[in-house]
């Protein structure tokens, strides 16, 4: 293939592909995550942030690079998910910023795009930690500057900076001890590489199925008032083709419209010699389908649900007006002055949040994380000048910033809590009385204090920090790593909280999950009780899943 440059047409069939990869791949990817419980979602997060610009990347017919860019840049920005899918969103967006004003890309603009990338993602993380997926995007991009400016065709200039890629993170368990422990590569990283290596399919003009980038919406069942049923007397719009046996005489013509007739209306009937197309409106499909059936074969049949498209309809014109007079409401209501938005991960947590004054809860956590839009829709329903946000993850922390970047209108503040009990924390400490400067400060000496170990069961064998761990074992894993590993999930937690334990502590917090009975939480603290006497033991209802407790020292 001796091409020099690529278009936007191009361009988005290689974005495309790449999403399809790493779309494909995504449960192998969450299976690579260093810790072996239930909830490895980097695969899934970065699917996720993809699979929203992919979405509005295949919605756009004749895409021009600065239409393409955009589409790119907010999809995956608005849909980012996770740490993962986070940096993933700011590589594109980088890219993106690179080559919009370019019609065609040359090895050097893709180079330059690729190190602009680089520089955005880095910026976005705090702590930029080598040995992940930067690391793979750096030295990618690092290649491709390199080799650039002898770069005559593209399809040799894409191998290698993949191939060089792809050596990268065969190295990352040598920059990161923990991947080495647990004889895998970087999660993030690989999920990079999958992107990069459906993209070069793409390029190469591999077949790709580009039909199921549509945003997912799961099957609504829709109860259909009196009112609707009464507006519309045939509910079936029924459609189909009749491949005839033989020719349909005029009588029988007639006839079959005479029966059409009978039971439905808006009818059209159009015969030729070998083929009759039908429609009709009826509230029995079934008939004229059997009766047309004597005819001979059916092809092209539909059959939609009146009725259903009209109350959708009446739905959506409500659903509509609704919004409005929100936003009506909301523009006369003046605004408090603080407001607070947190994530939650189980029906006791929300109750709990809700209690200490939460305005609205995002439904999320370990299993699955919010994304960036997820995040600016809470912000857009909370009614006040400064919202503090509680992400109660680290892997949300992110997403949360990147949403705090892009509003405006509001003084948005990020407390980086990474656990239910630091969120907890966080809240108590506020003191509506304080400037929101010395609230952020006390918050975060608070949250400082907090240890949290969480209960849960590894889903394979492993070895990490020198402790060897079996599928089905309890773990303890603490604000650093894993505390503990046996069986048992209250031995387990008894050993977590000896890890945890200081000599100052004064109060110890469970959580128990969805799993958990209360006989079994309230017995847990009574062994602490006996064991840490001078410690107060709550014992709290926190529903949430695939942690049987969550603990907390302070």
């Not at 860019?69 to 980088?94: D, E, F, P, T």
Request: charged share 25%; hydrophobic share 40%.
């Amino acid at each position: 293939m001796n091409i020099k440059t690529i278009d936007a047409k191009v361009l988005s069939r290689m974005f495309l592909a790449g999403a399809k990869n790493l779309e494909a791949k995504k449960e192998w990817i969450n299976e690579l995550n260093v810790f072996p419980v239930p909830d490895g979602d980097t695969g899934t997060n970065m699917t996720m942030t993809i699979m929203s610009a992919a979405a509005e990347v295949s919605a756009l017919t004749e895409p021009d690079m600065e239409t393409l860019a955009k589409a790119i840049s907010s999809g995956s920005l608005r849909g980012a998910r996770g740490n993962s899918g986070v940096i993933l969103s700011q590589l594109l967006r980088g890219f993106t910023r690179g080559v919009r004003k370019s019609n065609e890309l040359d090895a050097i603009t893709i180079a330059a795009a690729m190190e602009r990338a680089v520089e955005t993602a880095y910026k976005a993380v705090m702590k930029p930690k080598e040995g992940t997926i930067l690391t793979v995007a750096k030295e990618a991009a690092l290649k491709a500057a390199e080799i650039a400016p002898e770069a005559e065709e593209l399809e040799p200039f894409f191998k290698e900076i993949f191939e060089h890629a792809e050596y990268t993170l065969s190295r990352t368990p040598e920059m990161l001890p923990v991947l080495k422990e647990a004889g895998v590569v970087d999660s993030g990283g690989q999920g990079l590489l999958e992107v990069l290596r459906g993209a070069i399919d793409g390029f190469l003009g591999k077949e790709v199925d580009y039909s199921e980038f549509e945003k997912p919406a799961g099957a609504a069942v829709t109860k259909i008032s009196p009112q609707a049923e009464a507006d519309i007397k045939f509910g079936y719009c029924t459609e189909f083709i009749i491949l005839l046996n033989k020719p349909m005489p005029i009588e029988e013509e007639h006839s079959f419209k005479e029966f059409l007739t009978s039971i439905g209306d808006s009818i059209v009937l159009v015969a030729d010699d070998e083929i009759v197309k039908v429609h009709v409106h009826t509230n029995h499909p079934g008939q004229a389908i059997e009766r047309a059936l004597t005819y001979g074969s059916l092809s092209r049949m539909k059959i939609d649900n009146m009725r259903e498209e009209h109350q959708e309809k009446l739905i959506k014109d409500a659903e509509k007006l609704a919004k409005q007079q929100a936003e009506e409401e909301k523009q006369q209501t003046p605004p408090k002055e603080t407001g607070f938005i947190a994530v939650s991960a189980g029906a006791g947590l929300t109750d709990i949040f809700r209690e200490l004054g939460v305005d609205y809860l995002i439904e999320g956590g370990q299993t699955m994380n919010p994304s960036t839009e997820d995040m600016l829709n809470a912000i857009d329903k909370v009614n006040a000048k400064t919202i503090y946000i509680l992400p109660n993850n680290k892997n949300i922390i992110l997403a949360a910033n990147q949403a705090r970047d892009l509003t405006e209108d509001k003084e948005i503040i990020v407390i980086p809590t990474k656990t239910i009990p630091q969120g907890v924390t966080a809240l108590i400490s506020f003191v509506p009385e304080k400037t929101a400067e010395e609230n952020t400060a006390e918050m975060m000496d608070a949250i400082s204090r907090v240890h949290t170990g969480q209960i849960t069961y590894a889903v394979r064998d492993t070895r990490i920090e020198d402790k060897e761990i079996h599928e089905g074992d309890i773990m303890g894993i603490g604000d650093k790593g894993i505390l503990a590993v046996g069986s048992g999930k209250e031995n387990v937690a008894v050993a977590t909280v000896n890890a945890m334990m200081t000599d100052d502590a004064e109060v110890i917090s469970i959580y128990y999950g969805c799993d958990t009975s209360e006989e079994k939480a309230e017995a847990l603290a009574a062994v602490l009780e006996e064991k840490y006497p001078d410690c107060e033991v709550e014992v709290n209802n926190g529903g949430q899943p695939i942690y049987y407790y969550i603990i907390s020292v302070e």
